[in-house]
């Protein structure tokens, strides 16, 4: 075994037995249930971790993560996710969640080459294109990538929305939120894009709003 593998298994150790002396009944009540209200939908960066950052214990978040933070309607692992979260979990609340300084968005902006993720990164270009003149229209390139890290949440909530399992849900009456955050790495501040949707029919409405707040105060 090698020496990093060692320490981190000591590591499980110590952190396993400061909770038992926090709370004895812990592992035994987290072993019954799995109650979380919240599905997390967030980027693979190794900074944003979703309990830490919530201040949430283990359970009470459901958690997807993938490279910036994208939903795909041909990507079955994160509709399986999805719809295991919100048909067996009957979470309240899902959190589609990026992070100003992504690599990931950073490569899609500047058509940097990584390799096979580039096939990824398309969907983030795409966003881009779409967004191509007002992006284009920001002269400093910090605030532009900020920009589309932002308005990535947004397409990703967007495209969330249009999905037969949220469709389903709404259709059913079910109460299930979609939210779009953004985590500053520098403060650790998350911050909301303001486009709450709880159903289909107000879903094109939030999502314009929430373009335009993006680029008024990308004006500022």
């Known amino acids: 075994m090698s020496n990093q593998l060692e320490l981190l298994l000591e590591k499980n150790r110590l952190w396993s037995q400061s909770v038992k002396d926090h709370d004895s009944d812990f592992f035994r009540n987290l072993a019954a249930q799995q109650n979380p209200k919240y599905f997390w939908i967030g980027c693979a960066d190794s900074r944003v971790s979703a309990n830490e950052i919530l201040g949430l214990l283990p359970g ?4 997807h993560r993938n490279v910036a933070n994208v939903v795909v309607h041909t990507d079955l692992n ?6 295991y979260a919100v048909d067996v979990l009957h979470v309240q609340h899902i959190l589609v969640v990026g ?23 398309r969907h983030v270009q795409d966003v ?11 002269d400093d390139s910090a605030r532009r990538l900020d920009r589309l890290c ?3 949440v947004l397409e990703q909530v967007l495209n969330l929305s249009e999905t ?5 849900a709404w259709a059913r009456g079910q109460d299930v939120t979609l939210h779009g955050l953004i985590y500053g790495l520098g403060d650790g501040i998350l911050h909301d894009l303001n486009m709450p949707v709880s159903s289909d029919n107000e879903l094109l409405s939030r999502y314009d709003a ?3 707040r993006l680029f008024v105060s990308a004006a500022r």
């Open 128 to 138: 881009r294109d779409k967004h191509r003149a007002r992006l284009m229209a920001i």
């Open 150 to 152: 932002e308005l990535n």
């Open 164 to 168: 037969t399992i949220m469709r389903d």
């Open 210 to 212: 929430a373009i335009d």
């Open 60 to 63: 009470e978040v459901f958690v």
């Open 78 to 83: 994160c509709l399986s996710v999805l719809q």
């Open 99 to 121: 992070h100003y300084g992504c690599g990931g968005v950073t490569a899609a902006l500047h058509n940097v080459r990584l390799g096979l993720i580039d096939n990824w990164l």
